[in-house]
């Protein structure tokens, strides 16, 4: 099996691949003051609760890591090493993607921004735009001959709603969630209004730009743990794959894995 490991500023996403089928997958927190073996139990719980039996750990034979936290490294790396015996394969500088990446200075792309051109493009050999709602919200466009292309870069929905509870002193906490209506009769429908339909509105906006620029109608994919959620109300957004960073570590394995 493979484990594909996707570290993010604010959440890590795991991946189990029994072939090219993803069986289980788990999000945990991204926290760099946890030790190896903090991240070994947590790890080893989450085999649990999924109702695999600690000795399957073993059929683990690969792993895979895409990092952009690098503090995270000097954990996830002896961790591989420490609990399953293995050296995980890092996405980074020098590594096989099967994409050409246009950019001033490739190493500064985020390598998740990379996995999810390359799964966007295994999947649907189209040009697109993804769209990953992360700690900060990416839009990278892909050329219908399959190369990175560059795009742009914004302030999360959630870092966002927080600069704001944490300078509006009397602005109360919400969840983030759709309003009945658009112009409402509460703070709380104002903010999630607020939240919701500007989010929407800064997707679309985007998108409408890139795609004005290329001068062509991209597929846009949205991918992150809020976009189900936006993908409702952005119209410009065709397509939800949720699991699109996790799928491009395993073909970008399956690349290198010789």
Known sequence: MLLVIDVGNTNTVLGLYYE???VHDWRIRTEIDHTIDEYGVLILNLYQTSRMKINEIKTISAI???CVVPPMLNILEPLCVKYFNIKPLIVGPGIKTGMPIFYDNPKEVG????????AAYD???KESIIVDFGTATTFDYVSPNGE???GCIAPGIVISSE??????????RVEFSKPKNIITKDTVSA????????YAGLVDGIVGRMKAEVKTNPLVIATGGLARIVAKEAKSIDK?????????????YDLNKK
């Open 148 to 150: 990175y292309m560059g």
């Open 111 to 118: 390598a998740d921004r990379i996995v999810n051109a390359v």
């Open 20 to 22: 090219d089928k993803l």
């Open 163 to 172: 600069a704001l509870f944490a300078r509006a002193s009397k602005l109360p």
């Open 64 to 66: 895979i890591i895409s």
């Open 191 to 198: 903010i999630q209004a607020g939240i919701m339909y500007g």
């Open 123 to 125: 999947k649907y050999h």
């Open 240 to 252: 939800i794959e949720e699991m699109l960073t996790l799928e491009g570590l395993r073909l970008i």
